[in-house]
């Protein structure tokens, strides 16, 4: 499956409510070139009434159904689309991220068939994992940890980021 045309819908839905949201998790390292895989894709974004308030708006554009998280204190709002089974995780906060600004601060943005999306700095994304500490975190942070050794240290040749499929 390429994901490109669901991530290019979801990019424009988040730019079309006005939703600053940074890419995280699986499909953020598959961006940045790791052989990983996930069916749906993490976000984070800053908590506020208004975001919220677009989450709807996202939800509405995606055809999708908008969850609001079942306790206070949680901070997960999942967009869920029953025909194609498409889940967006909208997160206010990440284990192992001090802040949406610090986050911001380290992501780049890149440019998918006209729309643009702001990815987490694969750094960023292995210290999430590592400070979940959940076991399927755990499983990817070998390969992901080697993305980044040669992305530091690029061999002659080696290309860029790649669009999750």
């Known amino acids: 499956m390429d994901a490109r045309p669901i991530l290019v819908a979801v990019a424009r839905a988040l730019r079309e409510q006005g939703l600053e949201a940074i890419l995280i998790g699986n499909a953020a390292a598959a961006l940045h070139g790791a052989p990983v895989t996930t069916v749906d ?3 984070m ?3 506020a009434p208004a975001n919220i308030r677009k989450l709807e708006g996202i939800a509405d554009a995606l055809q999708a159904v908008l969850f609001a998280p079942h ?3 949680s901070s997960l709002y999942r967009v869920i689309r029953d025909d194609d089974q498409l889940q967006l995780d909208f997160m206010t906060q990440i284990h192992g991220v ?4 610090s986050l911001r601060s380290r ?4 440019e998918i068939e006209g729309e643009k999306v702001t990815l987490a700095d ?11 500490d959940r076991p399927r975190d ?4 070998h390969v992901l ?8 240290n690029p061999s002659p040749g080696s290309g860029g980021a790649q669009t999750p499929e």
Not at 98 to 101: D, I, K
Not at 107 to 110: G, K, M, R, S, Y
């Open 41 to 43: 894709f993490d976000f």
């Open 45 to 47: 974004l800053r908590k």
């Open 138 to 141: 755990r499983a990817v942070l």
């Open 98 to 101: 001090r802040s949406f600004n």
């Open 71 to 73: 306790y206070p204190v």
């Open 122 to 132: 694969l750094t960023d994304i292995i210290a999430s994992k590592r400070a979940a």
């Open 107 to 110: 992501a780049t943005e890149v």
């Open 145 to 152: 940890e080697k993305v980044l050794e040669q992305k530091n």
